[in-house]
């Protein structure tokens, strides 16, 4: 099990609200099926589906219900639970994966910008090399570049491959890694299957792949320098100047710099885990479970696990969620790692910016540019349950409080039970809520 895979999940429940832990699911995909391929277009997205007045704080980017390039209408945004991840950059466009009702093409990765809905890519599209897409991944998570450029994982049918990493951009889809490759770095490995890859705007990728070399299976972590596949670091690699061997390697975050960032336990080591920077940055680990928590924390506190996944900003500025505690007490925390050091953001029991307490944080945090967070936390006597924080250390504020009421007299939804806010540049930031009752849509919002 990855050390920085357990993580407390919110639950609603009445009045109560709690953040429960979970530990993280290395999950295989399922048997696809395949209809046929249906053309990309582009469809204007229908005015009175918007809903909220462009100058707004929030605005819809889009709702449940509205109408989906090449037909059919959006229904869900999620898949199975699973924390909603939307992708936002400079140009206001948004990335999110979606499923269609009433439509050959039943889900795909779509692109939202100025009113108007591109699809990316749908199931029974060709894939490249031969076969069709068939599905998304068990949690489909697409990167977004600030060209407009998306990158993600993807189930094929019929073809040479049975799962591949794309990269969508003006010329179509392009295949990074298929299963069934060589698996560069690893004598005699086979690529098998795919986590969610991370992509810069320089439109390089990092993602952890399954190999398998002989009866053995293990995480390689690669880098996409826009030309060929390069292995970064790989599961029982001997880590000289740490100790030990790496174990299990958690989702990569990349920046423009070619750093990356990711979470990893450690076998046999000094330390059970941590987070590592590679890539242009030599291989070392920055933080590791048994470090002295940041202030804020209780006193002789340390950091006792971290989160799945991580952020990193173009200032090799690293957020993350932790549990920070000893003596039997320990509490969540959002934290933060740069050029100042370790500092905490937000720690679970501190007055919360608008009111009320932290008494509990999302999957996992996000970041942007100039230093900005942001991360969904739950309340104790709060204005609501849970809400959207952002900001930078010392600086955080509330953005939106689950039922609120919006200047355009909308009510805020119910949030996902895994709920994500998605930092961008210029303080812009995505999050979804979700139908609870019979005329509620679920709905994907931009700040």
């Known amino acids: 099990m990855l050390l920085a895979a357990a993580w407390q999940r919110l639950l609603v429940a009445g009045l109560a609200v709690a953040a429960l832990w979970a530990a993280v699911l290395w999950v295989a995909p399922g048997t696809p099926n395949a209809t046929p391929e249906q053309p990309s277009v582009r469809v204007a997205a229908q005015p009175a589906a918007v809903g909220l007045p462009a100058t707004g704080l929030l605005r819809a980017v889009v709702r449940s219900g509205m109408a989906a390039p090449g037909g059919g209408r959006f229904d869900r945004f999620d898949v199975t639970s699973q924390p909603i991840v939307a992708p936002v950059n400079a140009r206001g466009q948004v990335a999110f994966y979606a499923t269609v009702l009433r439509a050959p093409a039943r889900e795909g990765i779509f692109l939202a910008e100025a009113g108007r809905i591109t699809k990316v890519a749908a199931f029974g599209d060709a894939a490249p090399g031969g076969g069709t897409l068939a599905g998304f991944a068990a949690h489909p998570v697409p990167a977004l570049n600030a060209v407009g450029h998306v990158a993600f994982d993807a189930q094929i049918v019929g073809g040479r491959a049975a799962e591949g990493i794309f990269l969508a951009d003006e010329d179509g889809l392009n295949v990074i890694a298929a299963s069934g490759d060589d698996a560069p ?69 990349l920046n423009n710099s070619g750093v990356i960032a990711f979470p990893a336990a450690i076998l046999k080591g000094p330390v059970l885990g941590g987070i590592f920077v590679a890539g242009t940055r030599e291989l070392r680990l920055l933080v590791g ?159």
């Open 185 to 253: 770095g690893v004598p005699a490995g086979v690529l098998v299957g795919f986590d969610a890859p991370a992509l810069n705007d320089n439109d390089e990728l990092a993602f952890v792949a399954s190999v398998r070399r002989g009866r053995e299976m293990l995480d390689v972590l690669y880098f996409w320098n826009g030309r060929r596949l390069q292995r970064v670091v790989a599961e029982g690699d001997r880590l000289l100047r740490i100790g030990g061997t790496m174990e299990r390697i958690g989702v990569p975050a």
């Open 289 to 447: 479970a048994g470090d002295p928590a940041p202030g804020g924390a209780p006193n002789g506190a340390m950091i006792l696990r971290f989160s799945e996944r991580l952020a990193l900003d173009e200032e090799d500025g690293i957020a993350f969620g932790a549990y920070v505690g000893g003596g039997g007490i320990a509490r969540e925390a959002v934290l933060r790692i740069g050029p100042d050091g370790l500092v905490a953001l937000a720690i679970e029991g501190e007055t919360a910016p608008g009111g009320g307490r932290y008494a509990g944080f999302g999957p996992w945090p996000t970041a942007g540019p100039a230093g900005m967070t942001a991360f969904v936390a739950a309340l104790d006597s709060g204005p609501g349950p849970l809400a959207v924080f952002a900001g930078s250390v010392g600086h955080m504020e509330r953005v939106a409080t689950m039922g609120e009421t919006l200047p355009s007299g909308e009510r805020l939804g119910r949030f996902p039970l895994n709920a994500v806010a998605v930092a961008g540049p210029d303080g812009a930031l995505t999050f979804a809520t979700v139908a609870e009752e019979e005329g509620e849509r679920n709905t994907i919002y931009r700040r």
